[in-house]
């Protein structure tokens, strides 16, 4: 069993950056893939970024590439989302997740094959 607590999100201008952050509990931690999901009102759920256990490997949304970045500290239980350059678009609740996954891209990628799912930060981005 893995609880998953976010943090960081808030109120910021456009052109502006946040750091979110998801804090694990459980062993395992570092046995997961984690990522990051968003979800705007009247929207579906829909994949940000994303890290191997080991974080060698990433994926990322084509809507933020070279702006976010993704990252974990395994020995602190805890993956980062560091989001610059933010648009009014990136307003949404952020919501981390973390999975058995395999170490690709395109697993990783997928909604279902996480498990474990956070409650979410409020991010909103003014223009």
């Known amino acids: 069993q893995v609880q998953l607590v976010e943090s960081g999100g808030g109120l910021v201008q456009a052109g502006g950056s946040l750091r979110l952050s998801c804090a694990a509990s459980?062993?395992?931690?570092?046995?997961?893939?984690m990522g990051w999901f968003r979800q705007a009102p009247g929207k579906e759920r829909e994949f940000v970024a994303a890290?191997?256990?080991?974080?060698?490997?990433?994926n990322y949304a084509d809507s933020v590439k070279g702006r976010f970045t993704i990252s974990r500290d395994n020995a602190k239980n805890t993956e980062y989302l560091q989001m610059n350059s933010l648009k009014p678009e990136d307003t949404a609740v952020y919501v981390c997740?973390?999975?058995?996954?395999?170490?690709?891209?395109?697993?990783?990628?997928?909604?279902?094959?996480?498990?474990?799912w956070g409650q979410g930060t409020q991010v909103t981005v003014s223009s």
């Open positions: 997740a973390a999975g058995l996954i395999p170490p690709t891209r395109q697993a990783m990628g997928v909604i279902r094959n996480y498990d474990y």
């Open positions: 890290i191997s256990w080991s974080g060698g490997i990433t």
């Open positions: 459980g062993r395992t931690f570092s046995s997961y893939a």
